[in-house]
């Protein structure tokens, strides 16, 4: 299955930007072993009743498609320009100036030309002008037209899951023709054959019926958080009891379920827990709505919309007045543009307002969900938090700006905000790697998968490129961010291409620096079980003198464990 | 290969009113019937196109945001790059539609070996395609003096300043260079060295040359030919312009008519390439002067999240509701006290 | 399927032809004006031919001027071999006598001014 990942040097001496000299209408992509994801599981993909489930392989050459399938994806392109005037103008306006050619992660990190924006999206405008535009359909080639055939389909499974729905190339287009979009229904398109990849078709069935896409059922929900608040109590020293599915809760909490299962994700999980236990926040878990991600994103905006749907209706049957959500990207990027269109108005909620600081967020008065980072920032600007950010100090940080808040959102000032009051080392990476141009972390729009390491590496290599600048320029050895996906995602791409720099939520450097009342000697490790004093000695820092043991100790804890 | 589809099919274009003017004498044909037919074409097909656009709905509310958000008050928020009210939209796509607003952005990739990836600044595109549109509505202003009577002083205005320098196009005489008459129109010269420009860019950057169709050489060559044949009737040939004008102002009013005098070849050349430019517009990429203002991530408020945007096609979609959910699990729920809505 | 921001897009469309086809709705129903020169009634030929008058008179007079200004050069032997005095006041001026109904006929139709009358005056206009 999964061959050896070329080495960092290996991938950097062999890339080139130079195009081949055939015409790209002559080439075909090859399904070579970590450059692709897995298909879907066909009981995954019958589970969301998805059509023409069966076993089938890239690199195979009969991929089984269904008997009628020019049909089906004629019909699909032509629903769908009548459906999204996006993609309709889209279809019809680019002019091809090549200004977005060079800003996609996938082409910088595997220089293939057809992972320039602009010839992804032809991938499907040469099909439009082929089979639907006179003279594409009379001139064929010349006019930039061919017709559909399995080798187009083929070419389309390759592209479109090697695109990320990033929307950098939109940033810089000028008729702002946005490249996810067409990925986006391009992935609807390949769904109504049965091609699907397993890291997203796995994740949406589990999500949909055991409501998280890692398919932790109620149970194992709760006890993977009390786990962490095991955790927690160990190195931090206080005792923290949630509530699941709480009927009458002020606040239902959502956030990725990918925070409350792996590293480093867990330390942000951790950090909301202790955050909202300071502020004695009246809140709740639902194991129902225990996703905040949306894999459906990634399928079909149908699918989108059966995925999201839980977060309303959970925090209608547990009368909460508002929804909190945790660090993400393409959550927030759901949760912002899609949510309230799909399954709104959310008539049952009230204005979100911070029982802490009374802030009402006006700018959430129809969603009425709020970032965990907007709520934190208005605690930190009230004076509500606590901080003493020199227990960051062996920390030298820069900030990741994730691509759906970013371009998806306009969510730039607000980490920053809260991360200067957290740290005292922040550097920023190269303007044109930040903010509205920020690199994608090259694993986006579930594309994290474990099979196609090679193609994440390669995809991440303008950010962490970026990263090493900062690493070598100011020592930076953590790279902070707010969304599930680069916690998982750019802990191996550090690994890969800057050992030296490790990656952490937003949340857990504020958890970090607060100083908790009653906190006691174990505050000395910090969440990830480190002892604090021995990573300020590697960085050549005074030790932090903590506050002496009581009677009770750690020893009083442990009993009251159990 | 598509390059030189391109330029026989604008070479062929040229010949064409050529052969017919000077050979077969169908004056009426290019000089009347053509550029009615290219006219009409070009208003109804471009108004087509961009009605058809409206009836595909924006389903979702997706501006790219280029800039902080409207969100906390005391954080400022960027309007013009993340508009949050309509006139910060308005304002977004005069930027947009005027200066070019996110080819400004523009950078250019560079990789080293390191691997070392760095972003220089890139603003000649930005440039030139500014150069190229602005010199073109200018030269199209002052053709308004062939079709309006008398010329309003607008357009007098705009060719005044389009001929600032009050100096002639130097052109090869038998002394050497001669500064001629009429003043040097500079938005005809600039039209033809930035489409030139943008023309050499398709042929010298490697990857634009490899994305580039018929669809791409095709107009840029037209308009490189129509800026020339332009070009040499004003300042070489020189064209009879008061008979040229006759013609023109019989066909804005409606009335037909071939004046009596003599009108040289080129301006049949001209105006029959001029008419294929009109009558292609529609069916082509160029149609990118309706569909700027129509992308749905440069003119929408990016304010979902304080107010509901419709979908009009909202699907009916098939949900997991909580009960079916704690029919599934009640039992593991109520062993780890997970409240549920039925016991058992 | 309500699209709404459809009103919106056909005012759109609606400026767009408003301003494409704006000299049509200026011209319709109009007869085509047409300069009316009236040429000298006593003379039949110019310097040059009729043809290349009526496209070139303008570069013409500019090389009149650089002959005259700068090499003091008033002699103009023209096609039919007559010498004239290269001079707009002395010799145009005489016969076409009147602007208003000689130059200022072709220009004004094709909007064209003509930087003659920066430096000459013509003589009625002087008074």
């Not at chain 1, 450059?35 to 489930?53: D, I, N, R, W």
């Not at chain 1, 091609?195 to 078709?201: T, Y």
Request: proline share 6%; hydrophobic share 40%.
């Amino acid at each position: 299955m999964a061959t050896q990942t070329p080495k960092p040097q290996e991938i950097a001496k062999g890339l080139s930007h130079q195009p081949p000299s055939e015409n790209w209408m002559d080439t075909k992509p090859e399904f070579r072993s970590g450059m692709y994801c897995h298909p879907v599981k066909v009981a995954s993909l019958e589970g969301m009743g998805g059509a023409f489930a069966r076993e089938w392989n890239p690199t195979e050459a009969d991929w089984k498609l269904p008997a009628d399938w020019k049909g089906i994806v004629k019909d699909g392109l032509k629903d769908r320009l009548r459906r999204f005037r996006s993609f309709q103008v889209f279809m019809d306006i680019c002019v091809r100036c090549g200004a977005c050619a060079d800003k996609c992660h996938f082409f910088i990190g595997t220089g293939d030309p057809k992972n320039m924006p602009v010839l992804r999206a032809e991938l499907i405008r040469s099909i439009y002008r082929g089979e639907f535009r006179t003279a594409g359909k009379i001139l064929g080639k010349l006019a930039g037209g061919r017709k559909l055939t399995e080798e187009v389909i083929k070419e389309w499974f390759y592209y479109f899951f090697q695109c990320t729905e990033c929307r950098r190339c939109s940033v810089f287009c000028p008729y702002g023709i946005d490249t996810a979009e067409i990925t986006i229904i391009a992935r609807e398109i390949l769904n109504l054959l049965g091609l699907q990849i397993d890291w997203i078709g796995t994740p949406v069935n589990a999500c949909y019926h055991v409501g998280n896409h890692l398919g932790l059922k109620p149970h194992t929900f709760k006890e993977n958080i009390e786990y962490l608040l095991g955790d927690i109590e160990e190195n931090v020293g206080i005792t923290i009891e949630p509530s699941f599915n709480r009927k009458g809760a002020e606040i239902l909490f959502v956030t990725p379920s990918g925070d409350v299962f792996a590293d480093p994700g867990i330390f942000t999980c951790m950090s909301y827990l202790i955050l909202f236990e300071y502020l004695g926040l009246d809140y709740t878990w639902s194991t129902y709505a225990s996703e905040g991600g949306n894999f459906g994103f990634f399928t079909s905006n149908e699918t989108m919309k059966r995925l999201n749907y839980k977060m309303y209706a959970e925090s209608k049957r547990l009368g909460v007045k508002w929804i909190l959500g945790g660090e993400c990207g393409h959550m927030w990027r759901v949760v912002h543009q899609y949510m309230d269109t799909m399954n709104g108005p959310a008539d049952h909620l009230e204005v979100p307002r911070s029982p802490i600081t009374g802030t009402v967020f006006e700018n959430a008065k129809s969603t009425k969900m709020v970032h965990v980072t907007e709520f934190t920032a208005d605690l930190i600007k009230n004076g509500k938090l606590n901080l003493d950010k020199s227990r960051n100090d062996h920390y030298t940080v820069t900030w990741h700006d994730s691509c759906n808040t970013s371009r998806g959102f306009g969510f730039l000032e607000e980490p920053r905000y809260v991360l200067r009051n957290v740290v005292n080392n922040f550097y920023e990476m190269p303007d044109q790697t930040i903010r509205e141009q920020t690199f994608c972390c090259g694993s986006g729009s579930g594309l994290n998968a474990g099979e196609n390491l090679e193609q994440r590496f390669r995809g991440g290599l303008p950010r962490a490129n970026a990263v090493q600048f900062v690493h070598e320029k100011h020592g930076v050895n953590m790279l902070a961010n707010i969304c599930a996906i680069d916690r998982a995602a750019l802990k191996p791409l550090m690994d890969y291409w800057v050992p030296a720099v490790n990656v952490c939520g937003l949340s857990e450097l504020v958890a970090n620096a607060l100083v908790i009342p009653g906190e006691k000697a174990a505050r000395s490790t910090n969440l990830r079980g480190e002892e604090i004093n021995d990573l300020r000695e590697e960085a050549g820092l005074e030790p932090i003198e903590w506050p002496e043991e009581d009677e009770e100790g750690g020893e009083a804890g442990e009993e009251g464990e159990e | 290969m598509s390059f030189i589809f391109s330029l026989v099919a604008v070479t062929v274009l040229v010949l064409v009113p050529l052969v017919g003017v000077t050979v077969a004498d169908l004056r009426w044909l290019f000089g009347v019937v053509v550029p009615y037919a290219a006219v009409a074409t070009f208003l109804i097909g471009v108004s087509y196109r961009v009605l058809k656009w409206s009836n595909s709905p924006v389903p979702f509310r997706i501006p790219t945001t280029c800039g902080q958000a409207k969100g906390l008050p005391w954080i400022k928020t960027n309007k013009l790059d993340n508009p949050c009210s309509l006139p910060a939209v308005i304002g977004r796509m005069f930027l947009e539609v005027f200066l070019f607003r996110s080819l400004f952005r523009n950078t250019r990739m560079e990789y080293h070996q390191g691997p070392k990836v760095r972003y220089g600044s890139s603003k000649w595109l930005w440039l030139f395609g500014l150069l190229f549109h602005y010199s073109f509505l200018v030269v199209l202003i002052r053709h308004l003096r062939f079709f309006t009577e008398p010329v309003p002083m607008w357009v007098q205005i705009v060719e005044h300043i389009d001929t600032f320098f009050e100096m002639g196009l130097p052109l090869p005489g038998p002394d050497g260079l001669y500064v001629g008459l009429p003043l040097l129109a500079q938005s005809g010269v600039i039209l033809l060295a930035a489409a030139t420009l943008l023309f050499l860019r398709r042929v010298v950057i490697a990857q634009v040359r490899y994305i580039s169709i018929a669809g791409d050489w095709f107009p840029l060559l037209l308009i490189i030919f129509i800026a020339k044949t332009g070009i040499i009737m004003r300042y070489v040939l020189k064209v009879d312009v008061v008979t040229v004008k006759k013609l023109t102002m019989s066909l804005v009013a409606l009335k037909p008519e071939l004046p009596a005098d003599p009108i040289s070849f080129m301006f049949y050349i001209h105006i029959f390439l001029v008419s294929f430019l009109f009558a292609y517009f529609p069916f082509s990429k160029l149609m990118h002067l309706g569909g700027v203002w129509l992308s749905p991530t440069r003119n929408l408020v990016n304010n979902s999240r304080e107010k509901r945007h419709i979908n009009p096609w909202n699907p009916e979609v098939k949900f997991h509701t909580y009960a079916e959910y704690e029919d599934d699990f009640r039992e593991q729920m109520i062993e780890a006290g997970i409240p549920v809505e039925k016991e058992a | 399927m309500k699209i709404y921001d459809k009103p919106v897009i056909v005012i759109g469309v609606l400026i767009f032809l408003a301003i494409f086809a704006f000299p049509l709705w200026t011209a319709l129903g109009t007869t085509p004006p047409q300069p009316k020169v009236e040429l000298p009634k006593d003379m039949k030929e110019c310097v040059a031919p009729t043809e290349y008058m009526k496209s070139s008179h303008m570069q013409l007079l500019n090389e009149w001027r650089d002959s005259v200004v700068r090499d003091g050069n008033r002699v103009w032997v023209s096609h039919t071999g007559k010498q004239y005095n290269m001079s707009l006041t002395n010799e145009c001026l005489r016969c076409h006598n009147e602007k208003s109904k000689f130059c200022d006929q072709c220009h004004n139709y094709v909007g064209v001014v003509p930087f003659c009358w920066d430096c000459h005056t013509y003589p009625k206009e002087a008074k």
